[in-house]
Nanobody, 123 residues
Framework: VQLQASGGGLVQAGGSLRLSCDAS????????MGWFRQAPGKEREFVAA????????YYADSVKGRFTISRDNAKNTVYLQMNSLKPEDTAVYYC?????????????????WGQGTEFTVSS
């Protein structure tokens, strides 16, 4: 499986940004997909995840109500719409895929990772 994340850049606080993650190499419809982020000097942390059907979504408390994860299985793409951005959202964002029934919140349950896309929220 190959994952290609895109959409990073520079945005002002309060602004919006949408990240995309294109998947290839295996049947997309049976994946659970997640977004994680890693800020400088910090560990990688869970941001959001979505089930293969799109019927279940999961969010970190820090982004709940501001971020929305979605997927388009016809395009093999998962999105992360981010609104009301804050400087503390600045990080490298990674998309990942899991084939197992383990927790969507656990970084260790994900099988493949994209290369990351970075964005900065300026205050």
């Amino acid at each position: 499986v190959q994952l290609q994340a895109s959409g990073g850049g520079l945005v002002q606080a309060g602004g919006s940004l949408r990240l995309s993650c294109d998947a290839s190499g295996r049947t997309f419809n049976y994946y659970g997909m997640g977004w994680f982020r890693q800020a400088p000097g910090k560990e990688r942390e869970f941001v959001a995840a979505i089930s293969w059907s799109g019927g279940s979504t999961y969010y970190a408390d820090s982004v709940k109500g501001r971020f929305t994860i979605s997927r388009d299985n016809a395009k093999n793409t998962v999105y992360l719409q981010m609104n009301s951005l804050k400087p503390e959202d600045t990080a490298v964002y990674y998309c990942a895929v899991k084939f197992n029934a383990g927790s969507y919140y656990s970084i260790n349950r994900y099988d493949y990772w994209g290369q990351g896309t970075e964005f900065t929220v300026s205050s």
